[in-house]
């Protein structure tokens, strides 16, 4: 490794390359599983419940890092937490190829708990590589290159998964992303004398106990609150598991304020900086996790994915390709912007109809009874954001080193404002695409949905590794990891009022109006940022 960039850098960007790897092959085809019919290996639940599952799932791989990390900070360490994380991981992914629905919960639990210890200690050492003097003012830079490298996995993995899907089945997909993270934590392990050095034990000390007695109980409180939440029976919201999730957030919200009102006088401005653009960002991260939701089925039901004539067998022999049969069949009935239709009871009406695909398939060019129309695997679509990751960082790297040799660099908070507005733009272009193919009722070129990925793309590259760096600049030193925790539960509240705003997908029945929604959203996230702009750069500059 070059000189310029710490040692242990290329063996942590590895270690997430891997651990994305696994998690974007599972997320990539999750909603696809929870969706196909059992007949075709899946669960069959409509659009929904699988939305609801995976905010749900999505938001708690995102809550518990604030543990994960305030155990590594005061009794764990860093490479201990990061190995035990990465193997339940593993464990779990490995558990979803088991075809029952204990197994699939049992998982869901178990990565949950593994990215608690994993995710906010590989960043916390990654900001303690750069903490020394030669390599502080490059730490930007540092994330950056972490966040391109590690978006490589995410990548790969829906090529590989969709190989596994199509050749072998669900189970194949699970078992591959589980060997993936296998390797990351021995990626982890062979690296750890490059960064042993920055994983100091901390002495217990006195003022170490409150902190964690507070944890036990948000803990216990947390899952008090849960409980009570799930018997209401989805009154409060919109389903048991969204009352749980909030329930269970209000005893940790409540544990960071009391961190922040029990802390230094000193350190009051930078947490009250990081607590206020948390909540900020919460609504960027509600509008950029759709791509599993209401985007995945964009893509299934709405993007032309027929595969070339002259591409199909090559597909075909990579396993890049499924196969749709124009055949009647049982379904759940389906109006033309696939919106189930349901009895008195709630429960959908069933019917003799053709797949959902061909419901907005131009009518002169529909195949033949029976006949087999290839087309490109849904899943493939989720490696447009981190090919773009990939593409743009370079440029982006560079963009912003050359404004700051012209010492034009905008700041931190800058970025994150700018990645706000860029995001926002990325939801119109959404909008375009429905006016442009009658309301979805025409199917849509995929270039439409190319473009709003790599819209949005430019936005997270401006605010997520951005707000890495924050954290690790602002947070005192001993609550760095548990501020980074803080940052994913952030995160993890966008995640699951993602999954809710989803929801309102078939209740839209002019599509573009939601995105529109998503617009405002944004722009209100922005606007916001905008009006504290000049006090939050203030602090950076401190």
């Not at 990061?82 to 204990?102: D, E, F, K, R």
């Not at 749980?244 to 957030?249: P, Q």
């Not at 067998?313 to 049969?325: M, P």
Request: with cysteine.
């Amino acid at each position: 490794m070059h000189s310029k960039y710490p040692k242990g850098l290329f063996f942590l960007v590895f270690t997430e390359f891997w651990e994305r790897f696994g998690y974007y092959l599972m997320i990539g085809i999750f909603t696809l599983y929870m969706t196909a019919d059992t007949n075709e290996g899946g669960f069959g639940w409509d659009n929904d419940k699988a939305y609801d599952i995976f905010g749900t799932f999505i938001a708690a791989a995102y809550l518990t890092p604030f543990m994960g990390g305030l155990l590594a900070d005061l009794k764990l360490g860093y490479r201990f937490s990061i190995i035990l994380g990465g193997t339940l991981m593993g464990v779990g992914y490995c558990m979803l190829a088991i075809p029952h629905i204990w197994a699939f919960y049992t998982s869901l639990i178990i990565m949950v708990v593994g990215n608690g210890f994993f995710k906010p200690n590989i960043s916390t050492l990654l900001g303690s590589l750069y903490n020394s003097d030669e390599f502080r003012n490059k730490k930007d830079a540092g994330y950056n290159i972490f966040y391109m490298g590690i978006n490589v996995g995410a990548f790969i993995c829906n090529f590989i998964g969709a190989i596994m899907l199509n050749k072998i089945g669900w189970h194949g997909a699970f078992i591959a992303a589980g060997v993936g993270m296998f390797i990351g934590v021995a990626t982890f392990i062979a690296g750890i004398k490059y960064y042993k050095h920055v994983d100091l034990r901390r002495v217990p000390k006195p003022e170490d106990k409150p902190i964690l007695n507070q944890f036990i109980i948000v803990l216990l409180t947390g899952t008090v609150l849960a409980l009570c939440s799930w018997l209401s029976k989805g009154t409060l919201l919109s389903s048991e598991s969204s009352d749980a999730f909030f329930a269970f957030c209000i005893p940790v919200i409540f544990f960071f304020v009391r961190i922040y009102y029990k802390s230094h006088a000193s350190e009051k401005k930078s947490l009250s900086t990081m607590f206020t653009i948390f909540l900020i960002v919460i609504l960027f991260w509600a509008i950029f996790k759709q791509n599993g939701t209401a985007l995945t089925t964009y893509a299934k039901n709405y993007t032309n994915r027929e595969i070339p004539q002259s591409a199909i067998n090559i597909l075909k022999t990579l396993g890049f390709s499924e196969k749709i049969n124009y055949t009647k069949i049982e379904v759940d009935k389906i109006d033309n912007q696939f919106k189930k239709i349901k009895d008195e009871n709630g429960k959908p009406i069933k019917e003799t109809n053709y797949p959902a695909y061909f419901k907005n398939y131009p009518t002169q060019n529909l195949p033949n009874e029976g006949a087999e129309v290839n087309l490109v695997s849904t899943s493939i679509f989720q490696s447009i954001n981190p090919f773009f990751v990939i593409v743009l960082t370079p440029l982006l790297v560079a963009f912003f080193a050359f404004l700051a040799r012209k010492k034009m660099e905008p700041t931190t908070a800058s970025k994150i404002m700018l990645g706000l507005l860029i995001s926002a733009l990325s939801t119109l272009v959404m909008v375009v695409a429905f006016y442009a193919t009658n309301n979805g009722a025409q199917k849509a070129s995929v270039w439409w949905l190319v473009g709003c990925y790599g819209v949005i793309t430019v936005g997270e590259l401006c605010l997520s590794p951005m707000g890495l760096s924050m954290v690790s600049k602002l947070s005192p030193p001993h609550l760095t990891a548990l501020m980074m925790g803080a940052w994913s539960l952030a995160t993890s509240i966008g995640n699951k009022t993602s999954s809710e705003i989803a929801k309102f997908w078939d209740k839209f029945e002019i599509k573009a109006n939601y995105f529109w929604l998503n617009f405002a959203l944004l722009m209100l996230a922005f606007f916001i940022m905008l009006l504290l702009l000049k006090r939050i750069n203030t602090v950076f500059k401190k």
